[in-house]
């Protein structure tokens, strides 16, 4: 009896039969749909098209989907992926038919939907089929308000006769998709092959796109339903060696649970299949519990890290902001302290000065001219000629190159983030993305690295305003807003509830905070206080409204980070993405009305310093010297570094302050600007940074090189140079091209090169627009054949004479004197008729003793030169001549007969003379 009593109770919590999910899809990280250039056109799509599927252990094979557009009209059309249109409903993550309803005459033809197969090993009792399924326009954008039947269709196995059904859906109410659940309950399908097929008829008016939003097939096989794990979580994300976890699960219908590594039984721990456990963790790894029964095995996973204590990273990314877009002063006196201008007065950004107080602006900072291109180096620590994003992603235009990687980043990209979270850091991702174009696995930053993402999309801006749209028009995570309230306030109540989980974790976490302000629509921010009346306008005011909501922002989450009890272990870095697109400034002048004072000529997307130049300001978000982290990389308070530093740098610089490594195909232009926090004497990367735009902007086709105080523009279309001395000219007023010819070529050339050497996986990124350069669109060298920058007798155009900067085959170096090697200046040899870039080709003197006595003297020679010779007794004294302006002989080498006595040691040294302008 006690054994039959143990016997029941085991089997009590089997009892009774419950729908448990035979298969089922979201239709997301669907792959192989046809990527429409722009909206649908009726007629392109493929035929079959793969999904993501969850199934029961019992189901087999589950076949791709496989596109049902037919009808009289034709059987054109398939599965599509819209490449323009902001494709609100038919996006990445569904199903679109490319063929529109109103084709089909008679609309008793139509089919529009799909089908696929699948395999059961088991017998099932059918309970529900759910499809997600709706209209659309030809943009993917919105939803059309007409009536059509959806179909059902299950054949195949033991069936006789196929299991069909049907539903008139009216899809002008809301929501977009309508989940449609068809009662299949009194079928039954045995062990077999089915074919399902779902799809859209009958359209009563009008014209539609069919697409589809997910399936899911559930029923009862005679067995206990599946257990079911409903969390499994640990204390801790992230220990140092030897520490203590805990595990905690909830679980329901469970026979046996077991936690791996280790194939531990959690069931002496579980009560009603809840419970808890600590272990002790020593190494890095995936811990996962199996919960188990007749019927089946789920699994859940956590992943804990093992290391050393790590700091905490907080990154202000701020959209079009300069560095006049601030109270806190970038340029500096003739003393080197801080100068405040019009535009210091006038903004009111508190926050900021707090930062720059307590650590260090760096006042010769520089972005890219646009944003993805500044985006992407951020995640990839390379130069926009490397990465290959040259413009804002979904730019380009006319004329641009056509190998620019105009589709942004994907997820085979090696990025900062993916870098990060292999050293256990929680990464986060709030506000702009505009990493990747829409449809592509970079739009959404999840993708690149990121654990959390929040209003993170394709989108440069925020497509439906700052304020007044419930959602603010579908950003990621922000879902939950009603559009009351201003963007940037959003944003930064989501990053704070980001903070707290990753505290909560008790993981190092990266926020990527990356403000959509101060992107234009100029929008008022509500939450700002200051008086602007001496703006330049409605617009500036607004401007500086979002500057200072922008600033209030960066202290409540500097606020949070102190009442969280980690702001002594957060490094604080604020950059601006590109140059200012405030409505003060102007594309090619210096500012508007009272701001002209500040010496700063251009703005955002032009090739002056205003298109580029950023603020940025490095600090810890709460001093204290006593800190591990700080007494690892001690800011100085107030400090200023006046050295050249780029965006790209930054992520070499946080991987340095995280003690992690890099990695291949990653970083390769990027500088850890560590000792500079560190105020460690001494330049900590080269000073020198070289931009190139080659699209239609503002500025249009350009590229530039800055070396120390020098820079240099060219223009591709005009083939023209600009070179401004910054130092003595931050306004780039006085071009200096025609005064320092010599400085002109060798940073021409500087540039060539420069871009050469970046040149990454895409190759040459060449603009494709006219222009008057005579070896078409690259860099050219100036053509001035008075130039000789290496004074080997040889003009910079001579040497380089498709004047493209480079060093090509067969062309001398204009930037060292001896080509080959062979200490035989270049000019020399040509003169002589050597070859200046073969070592063995060179100026010698054979000597030859002759049967009277005498010695011949031979070397090598061309037309038109002349020799001296000089003897000496001692190798010292060279002044007794023997013989001048000797010319040269007929043919490629000349003799001079030394005749006797020749008594004695005796020298003799055969000079090339001088040569003379004829």
Excluded at 440 to 468: C, E, K, M, Q
Excluded at 480 to 501: H, P, Q, R, V
């Amino acid at each position: 009896m006690k054994l039959l009593a143990f016997f029941v109770s085991l089997l009590l919590p089997l009892e009774g039969h419950a729908q448990t999910t035979i298969f089922s899809s979201d239709f997301d990280g669907n792959t192989g749909a046809t990527v429409m250039a722009g909206n649908t056109d009726n007629t392109s799509g493929a035929p079959t098209l793969g999904v993501t599927w969850s199934k029961h252990a019992s189901v087999g094979n589950l076949s791709n989907l496989t596109a049902i557009s037919t009808g009289d009209s034709g059987t054109a059309g398939g599965f599509a992926r819209l490449q323009n249109g902001s494709a609100t409903y038919a996006n990445a993550n569904n199903i679109f038919l490319s063929r529109n309803h109103n084709l089909d005459s008679d609309r008793s033809t139509t089919k529009r939907g799909y089908s696929f197969t699948f395999t059961l090993t088991d017998s099932w009792d059918l309970a529900t089929l759910t499809v997600l399924s709706g209209h659309t326009n030809n943009t993917g954008n919105s939803n059309q308000s007409y009536s059509s039947k959806l179909n059902l269709s299950i054949s195949g196995g033991d069936l006789i006769t196929p299991i069909t059904a049907n539903s008139i859906e009216d899809y002008g109410t809301a929501p977009a998709y309508h989940s449609v659940a068809f009662n299949l309950s009194g079928h039954t399908l045995g062990a077999g092959t089915y074919t399902v097929e779902v799809y859209q008829s009958d359209m009563t008016s009008g014209g539609a796109y069919a697409i589809y939003d997910g399936i899911t097939l559930s029923g009862d096989n005679g067995l206990p339903p599946t257990p079911s794990i409903t969390s499994f979580s640990s204390s801790k994300a992230y220990v140092t060696p030897g520490s203590g976890v805990t595990f905690s699960w909830i679980t329901d219908g469970a026979t046996n649970l077991t936690l791996n590594p280790g194939n531990i039984s959690l069931l002496p721990f579980s009560t009603n299949g809840d419970g808890s456990t600590d272990i002790t963790v020593n190494t890095s790894g995936t811990y996962t519990i199996s919960a188990q029964n007749l019927n089946g095995t789920v699994t859940q996973s956590v992943s804990i890290f093992v290391g050393p204590p790590r700091p905490n990273i907080v990154f202000f990314l701020v959209d079009d902001m300069g560095p006049q877009d601030t109270s806190v002063p970038f340029n500096l006196d003739a003393e080197g302290a801080p100068k405040k201008y019009n535009f210091n007065n006038f903004y009111i950004t508190p926050n900021m000065e707090t930062l720059a107080s307590q650590g260090m602006r760096f006042t010769n900072a520089y972005a890219q001219s646009v944003c993805s291109p500044t985006r992407t180096g951020l995640m990839t620590g390379r130069n926009s000629a490397r990465h290959a994003v040259t413009d804002w992603v979904g730019g380009g235009g006319n004329g641009s190159p056509t190998n620019w990687r105009s589709q942004g980043l994907d997820h085979t990209d090696v990025t900062l983030p993916k870098l990060l979270q292999q050293g256990g850091y929680r990464t986060i991702h709030v506000g702009k993305g505009h990493f990747g174009q829409s449809g592509t696995t970079g739009a959404d930053p999840l993708n690149l690295g990121f654990d959390v993402n929040i209003g993170g999309s394709r989108w440069g801006h925020p497509y439906s305003g700052y304020i007044g749209t419930a959602g603010y028009g579908g950003m990621p995570g922000l879902e939950a807003y009603d559009g009351s309230m201003f963007l940037t306030k959003a944003l930064t109540i989501e990053a704070n509830k980001a903070l707290d989980e990753a505290v909560g974790r008790g993981q190092p976490f990266f926020l990527n905070m990356s403000f959509y302000a101060v992107h234009a629509p100029f929008t008022t921010n509500p939450d700002a206080s200051g008086d602007y009346s001496g703006s330049t306008g409605s617009n500036h005011t607004k401007f500086a409204t979002m500057i200072e909501g922008m600033d209030i922002a960066v202290g409540e989450i500097r606020q949070k980070l102190i009442d969280l009890n980690v702001a002594k272990n957060t490094l604080i870095v604020f950059l601006g993405d590109n140059g200012s697109d405030s409505p003060a400034v102007t594309v090619d002048g210096l500012p508007s009305g009272s701001f002209s004072d500040f010496p700063m000529r251009g703005k955002k997307g032009s090739k002056w310093e205003g298109g580029s130049r950023v603020p940025m300001i490095a600090c810890w978000a709460l001093t204290d010297a006593t800190n591990r982290f700080q007494q690892a990389i001690p800011i100085p308070a107030n400090s200023i570094e006046t050295d050249i530093v780029t965006s790209w740098d930054l992520p070499a610089t946080f991987l340095n302050a995280a003690g992690l490594p890099s990695a291949n195909d990653f970083g390769e232009d990027s500088h850890s600007l560590v000792p500079y926090f560190s105020a460690t004497p001494g330049t900590h990367r080269p000073q020198e940074i070289v931009i190139h735009y080659p699209h239609n902007h503002r500025s249009d086709f350009f590229s530039w090189i800055r070396q120390g105080d020098m820079k240099l523009i060219y223009n591709f279309q005009n083939n023209s140079h600009q070179l401004y001395h910054l130092a003595s000219d931050p306004t780039e007023s006085n071009n200096l091209a025609g005064s320092q010819p010599e400085t002109l070529m060798q940073m021409s050339r500087a540039l060539a090169q420069g871009l050469a050497e970046r040149w990454g996986d895409r190759g040459a990124l060449i603009p494709t627009t006219s222009t008057t350069a005579p070896s078409g669109n690259v860099v050219s060298i100036p053509h001035d054949p008075t130039v000789d920058s290496d004074n080997d007798g040889l003009p910079d155009t001579n040497e380089d004479p498709n004047f493209n900067g480079l060093v090509d085959p067969g062309e001398t170096n204009p930037d060292n004197d001896n080509s080959d090697g062979d200490n035989i200046p270049d000019g020399d040899e040509v003169r002589l008729g050597t070859d200046p870039l073969d070592a063995n080709s060179h100026f010698f003197c054979t000597p030859t003793k002759q049967a009277d006595g005498s010695l011949l003297l031979t070397w090598p020679s061309a037309a038109g030169t002349s020799f001296t010779i000089l003897s000496s007794t001692d190798l010292v004294d060279w002044t007794t001549v023997v013989t001048s302006g000797l010319p040269a002989s007929a043919g490629s080498s000349t003799n001079y007969r030394l005749s006797p006595p020749l008594s004695g040691p005796l020298f003799f040294r055969v000079e090339l003379d001088a040569a003379t302008d004829s």
